[in-house]
């Protein structure tokens, strides 16, 4: 610590009576909490449809708890917030003039600051009123989009007022980064998509193992601890027709079609970024002559522009990585 007259004079702080934080340099918390609950019923009690001849009149009413922490901190200058929040609040339908009021409750159990502004579980229930299944439906679509979108702005209002300059840029710029990122995941599915319209590419290879029988070959590709091994990441399989897989912590997922011990497995197998719904399928065949095994991969199915990416990850995520850990020699034929 500096002594008195020296050192860095922020740090200085003992000769101000006022007792102010110069230049919001030391650490300092604010609980905002209660600018929330005072600021977001301006955002999200509104009128969200009214109909003609004054028919579907849906409105939040009320918001009814806020629970959860949010903070505003500072230090060295530089002020950001911190906020996980719980929201519920209650809403109104009258499908006619004449018709009862359904009610019900609109609840966001996970509001924060790790996620996008607009990015947040909606849940919306029916508690009284006529025909509640189908107001439900009718509601559901019109609330969420006026939630995201009221919620964005109140978000944006919030970082706004206990955000510095500094990090608000640095927030833009995330933000502009995480919209990008889904402009092209989104462009890459749709290229995928389309050339997945001819039914996709096929990836065909054949690796011999000099001395290593077909049951350890077998095993590998289903026993979860050599998966693991050999994978470093986390694995999960049930070894039976019919069960789901997932390796490499949820990039690869698929399911298990076909096993006949140390002779054929089969799989229907996908890459996280393919489009939703879509599998390969995958054909390991175990060709054990002379003591040596042949294990022959047939893929069909592949993305045209993932086929070369396709095959380099089994070469060096799958077979090369069997030598390296378990050390089975092989040679690509």
């Known amino acids: 610590m500096a002594l008195k007259g020296e050192g860095d004079p922020r740090w200085i702080v003992e000769e101000r009576e006022d007792g102010k934080n110069l230049n919001a340099w030391h650490w300092e918390e604010r609980n905002l909490l209660p600018w929330i609950k005072s600021r977001l019923p301006h ?8 109909g003609a001849d004054e028919k579907d009149v849906l409105s ?9 922490e949010a903070s505003s901190q500072q230090r060295k200058g530089r002020r950001f917030c911190l906020y996980e929040l719980e929201i519920k609040m209650d809403w109104e339908l009258r499908r006619t003039p004449e018709a009862d009021v359904v009610k019900g409750e609109v609840h966001l159990p996970y509001v924060a600051d790790e996620n996008d502004k607009d990015e947040f579980e909606i849940q919306i229930t029916t508690s009284s009123g006529p025909d509640q299944s189908k107001a439900r439906d009718f509601a559901k679509p019109v609330l969420t989009k006026h939630l995201r979108k009221q919620m964005v702005a109140f978000l944006t209002e919030m970082l706004g007022e206990h955000t510095s300059a500094t990090e608000m840029k640095q927030l833009q710029q995330d933000q502009a980064a995480a919209a990008l990122a889904a402009k092209e995941k989104l462009e890459s599915q749709q290229r995928v998509a389309s050339e997945l319209s001819s039914g996709g590419e096929t ?3 054949e690796i011999k193992f000099p001395g290593v029988p077909p049951a350890l070959i077998y095993e590998t590709l289903l026993d979860v601890n050599r998966l693991r091994a050999f994978t470093q990441s986390e694995v999960s399989l049930e070894r039976k027709v019919g069960s789901k ?3 490499f912590s949820g990039n690869i997922t698929g399911v298990i079609d076909q096993m006949e011990e140390n002779r054929m497995l089969e799989q229907r197998w996908r890459f996280k970024s393919w489009p939703e719904g879509h599998y390969s399928k995958v054909r390991f065949t175990f060709d054990f002559v002379d003591g040596d095994t042949t294990v022959i991969l047939h893929q069909t199915g592949v993305p045209r522009s993932e086929v070369d990416q396709t095959r380099d990850g089994w070469q060096r995520n799958f077979f090369e990585r069997w030598r390296a850990v378990f050390g089975f020699n092989c040679s690509f034929m």
């Open 43 to 50: 955002f999200l009690v509104s009128e969200c449809h009214r």
């Open 245 to 247: 897989f997932s390796l």
């Open 60 to 68: 939040i009413v009320k918001i009814g708890t806020v629970k959860g």
């Open 203 to 205: 990836v065909h290879m």
